[in-house]
């Protein structure tokens, strides 16, 4: 079982501060627990297909119902689905791009959002599956979106928010990485924020 699932979704690969801090706080998050495993799911090396006509008929049939294709585009969703669970701890790592996450991560939670796995149908509404587990984000951008006149634009969070709650993931904290186009002396405040607050997260883990 893996303990941490760590996302990363920039196509920035190792010039990505998403990545990168994501990356790092997912480490400390392990050193601190007691080295726990670590389980990457890098959505740009490892890209994933986004959902199409395929997909949405094999997640409405039994598994033995499927034809080869659609055997194919579920079984891409099921493993997905299995690291989420098997995680106790989730790190995401995304660049706000146009007030949002990257599409790469869109299709991350495409495919983890099942009806009857990660979440369910019952009389009072849906139910979250996914519970007992705590969810860090780490978000970089260029301009500052936390709070002050553009947090109105700031989509990414409270979207990742909504859909991580839809499945039972409630407990969720937020790491800024922002202001990174204000000048070199701003980025290098940012990261050093970002970082000391990643600290303080594991630390109180």
Do not use: C
């Not at 669970?85 to 599409?103: E, H, M, P, Q, R």
């Amino acid at each position: 079982m893996s303990n941490i699932l760590l996302v990363t979704s920039s196509p920035r690969g190792a010039d990505s501060l998403s990545n990168k801090l994501a990356t790092d706080l997912a480490g400390k998050l392990s050193t601190q627990a007691g080295s726990k495993s670590i389980v990457h799911r890098d959505l740009v090396s490892q890209p994933l297909p986004h959902i199409d006509g395929v997909f949405a008929a094999a997640i409405r049939k039994p598994a033995d119902q499927r034809n080869a294709e659609e055997a194919k585009a579920a079984a891409v969703s099921d493993e997905l689905v299995a690291e989420l669970l098997a995680a106790d701890t989730l790190v995401i790592g995304t660049g706000l791009i146009n007030f949002n996450i990257y599409s790469s991560l869109k299709a991350w939670i495409d495919h983890i959002a099942r009806a009857g796995l990660t979440f369910t149908y019952t009389e009072n509404g849906p139910v979250g599956l996914a519970t007992g587990k705590k969810a860090y984000l780490v978000l970089a951008s260029g301009g500052v979106y936390s709070d002050g006149p553009a947090a109105a634009m700031n989509h990414a969070v409270p979207y990742l928010k909504t859909v991580l709650g839809f499945i039972g993931i409630t407990d969720v904290e937020v790491v800024y990485v922002e202001g990174l186009a204000y000048g070199p002396e701003a980025a290098e405040k940012a990261i050093a924020a970002a970082q000391t607050r990643a600290k303080e997260l594991a630390l109180a883990a």
